[in-house]
């Protein structure tokens, strides 16, 4: 592992690479030291040559949280409300743990390969997450460069994946989602989707099986199986194969990081080139608590 190239005098920390695949960490580093101006540009550099952070030992309030992410760009706010804090709308909370009988937050959260709301049409530049409480036993996030799967596929396959565009929507990826949590017989935090998330979670946005990335002009696969309702020009249920086959060999192992969770880690990743996962642990047993923010992307899918 060698340090990231983009290090400058403008970045206020040195990030050690975290693998070989991707990924860097910081240590001994304050994000609430962080001001708008040139390290928030040194930070981007890195953290799309990265493109994953983990800043260790953060000690922040919610309110600091949402500040440090609103150096990067305007908040997302989550389509399913009821799992907003509700005195910092802008996160989204993540979380077995209840209080008094309350569900703190949404205990089963992003299990399927995905980049973050690619369904809403408003693309996720960066997502932040906050670990307040962490599983004893362990827990990880995976992360799998969709950089280098892209980049390892043969000259023929690249030319078959060419202009080819999926299409996606929330209400796909909510629907895939419950129906796997029913079938595995889980207590699950998910209701329908009322009337007025329908409106948004609805609409159906394409996006291309090969992207460009406009802010590096790396190529990088962007199939997601679980909000994929088709692909243009074929029919629906070879459409889902190919981009189920896709995310297969791009979620390999020799693509992938797996981060296994400290406490107080804030990871933050670059959601263009980079597909992630949630990792599973014994809900019953343990607890955990992370606070999300989402980061909106200027440029359109």
């Not at 030291?33 to 930070?43: K, M, S």
């Not at 990265?50 to 389509?79: C, K």
């Not at 077995?96 to 973050?116: P, Q, R, V």
Request: proline share 7%.
């Amino acid at each position: 592992m060698t340090a990231l190239a983009s290090t400058t005098t403008d970045l206020p920390f040195t990030p050690n690479p975290l693998s070989d695949v991707l990924g860097a960490e910081v240590t001994g580093f304050d994000v609430r030291d962080l001001r708008p101006g040139p390290a928030i540009d040194a930070v981007i550099r890195a953290l799309r040559e990265a493109q994953v952070l983990v800043f260790r030992n953060q000690s922040l309030t919610p309110r600091e949280l949402v500040t440090f992410t609103r150096l990067f760009g305007p908040p997302i706010f989550h389509v399913l409300t009821q799992f907003l804090l509700p005195e910092q709308p802008e996160i989204y909370v993540i979380s077995n743990i209840e209080d008094d009988g309350k569900k703190l937050g949404n205990a089963y959260e992003g299990l399927n390969w995905h980049t973050d709301l690619l369904g809403r049409g408003t693309k996720t530049q960066f997502t932040v997450l906050y670990g307040l409480e962490v599983p004893k036993a362990g827990v990880v996030t995976k992360f799998a460069s969709m950089y280098k799967a892209y980049e390892a596929l043969p000259e023929a396959r690249k030319r078959e994946l060419a202009g080819l565009t999926a299409v996606y929507s929330y209400e796909v990826q909510f629907n895939k989602r419950l129906a796997k949590l029913n079938a595995m017989g889980v207590n699950h935090d998910y209701t329908p989707l009322t009337a007025e998330q329908l409106v948004v979670a609805r609409e159906r946005h394409p996006a291309p099986i090969v992207d460009t990335n406009p802010y590096n002009g790396r190529k990088w696969l962007h199939p997601q199986a679980s909000g994929c309702a088709g692909v243009s020009g074929m029919s629906d249920e070879d459409g889902i194969k190919l981009v189920n086959e896709i995310v297969d060999y791009a979620t390999s192992s020799r693509f992938r990081y797996d981060h296994p969770w400290r406490l107080h880690d804030l990871v933050m990743w670059d959601n263009r080139g980079l597909f992630h996962s949630a990792g599973d642990y014994d809900r019953a047993t343990d607890r955990r608590l992370v606070h999300r923010c989402s980061i909106a992307d200027p440029q359109p899918i």
